[in-house]
């Protein structure tokens, strides 16, 4: 005779692909009825037409029939009533561990726009998920966003509880938000500082992030308002600058490191991008955007250069597609893991 308590002990393996939680903790069974050896449970799903529904109701079928007993299961979806969600979203609004508590912020900034400073946030960010850890990925170049066409999540809206508990995106196993997932990419944004600032503070605030070990925050280029007001309110987290050979011999590209280290911000390093053209049938090296200049550059800034990312089209291709290197098995992502190898060295996850 099969028991409820067997089927609930099954469901708790069945998780809400959108959530990442249990269908059970999230009071998603409603109802369990045994006949002879035939189940019948009611889901309530968070929202009507979920489109991940079929995915739930077919996990449910396949865990609870492979149950010794059972022969049939029929499954009813449903969907919670508006009170329900409110006390969902309240409760796990109380599980909510502030963000910055556990998790170590890595903003990457650059003084100067277009030396790749997206692509190397999208790619850290994914290497460091490579490397076992829980990574976010806060695109806060809130007016030119780029990471959704990054990680190939253009279009893609994220799924939100209620106003005040949005679910980040999961792409390449890390968690994402990017204002371009708000807006659509052909509508210019026009907004001013503050309510850029507004929107920044939700994506740290009202976002269910979970448990991380890092948060990379993707700022905007140069050293305006927004990556200021981020620096001055996230307490204990470190800078990571990009640069190019060309802009590290400019004065630009070390404004915004001088910046991060004036209100008393770690800069973890510089990745310098961009450095070289290896010709794929020659070998031979080109330092295209000249050389030696970010050495220097790191030398002033006393901290050390941390990878040397060279021109590669295969970055610029795969990036284009939405697919960053970071994430396959080809040479071009060792430039990648071996940055986030030196950035977790450098800055220990809390756990
Ligand atoms: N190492 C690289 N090799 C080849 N192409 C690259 C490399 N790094 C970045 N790119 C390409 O350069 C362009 C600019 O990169 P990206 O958007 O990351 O720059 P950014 O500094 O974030 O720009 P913005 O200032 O607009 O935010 C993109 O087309 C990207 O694919």
């Known amino acids: 005779m099969i028991t409820k308590e067997q089927i609930l002990n099954v469901l708790k393996d069945v998780y809400d692909p959108e959530i990442g939680r249990s269908i059970v903790d999230l009071n998603m069974v409603d109802n369990i009825n045994i006949e002879g050896n035939i189940v019948t449970i009611d889901i309530k799903l968070t929202i009507k037409g979920c489109p991940l529904q079929n995915s739930i109701k077919e996990d449910v079928i396949n865990k609870v029939k492979a149950l010794e007993g059972v022969k049939d299961v ?131 605030n009202d976002v269910y992030w979970g448990n991380l070990d890092y948060m990379i925050i993707d700022l905007p280029p140069g050293t305006g308002d927004v990556p200021l007001t981020i620096m001055q309110k996230i307490p204990e987290q470190k800078f990571l600058l990009v640069t190019t050979p060309q802009a590290s011999a400019s004065h630009v590209a070390g404004r915004i490191a001088y910046m991060a280290q004036k209100v008393n911000i770690d800069l973890i390093g510089i990745a310098e991008n961009m450095s070289y053209f290896e010709c794929p049938d020659c070998h031979k090296k080109y330092n295209i955007f000249g050389e030696g200049e970010t050495e220097k550059l790191a030398k002033e800034l006393n901290t050390d250069v941390l990878v040397k990312i060279p021109i590669e089209i295969k970055i610029r291709e795969k990036s284009d597609i939405g697919l960053p290197v970071a994430f396959i098995n080809d040479p071009e992502a060792t430039y990648y893991m071996e940055l986030a190898k030196k950035v977790s060295e450098k800055v220990k996850p809390i756990r």
């Open 74 to 204: 029929v499954v009813n979806m449903g969907a919670m009533t508006e009170e329900e969600r409110q006390k969902l979203a309240n409760s796990m609004n109380q599980g909510k561990v502030p963000l910055f508590e556990k998790t170590r912020v890595i903003a990457v900034g650059s003084g100067k726009g277009g030396v790749g400073k997206s692509t190397v946030s999208a790619n850290l960010a994914v290497a460091l998920g490579r490397l076992g850890y829980k990574v976010g990925l806060i695109d806060a170049d809130v007016l030119g966003f780029s990471i959704p066409r990054l990680l190939g999540i253009v279009g893609e809206r994220p799924y939100a509880l209620d106003e005040n508990t949005i679910l980040p995106i999961e792409k390449y196993g890390i968690k994402v938000i990017s204002m371009g997932n708000f807006a659509d990419e052909d509508t210019p944004l026009i907004w001013r500082g503050p309510l850029l600032g507004g929107v920044l503070e939700q994506f740290m």
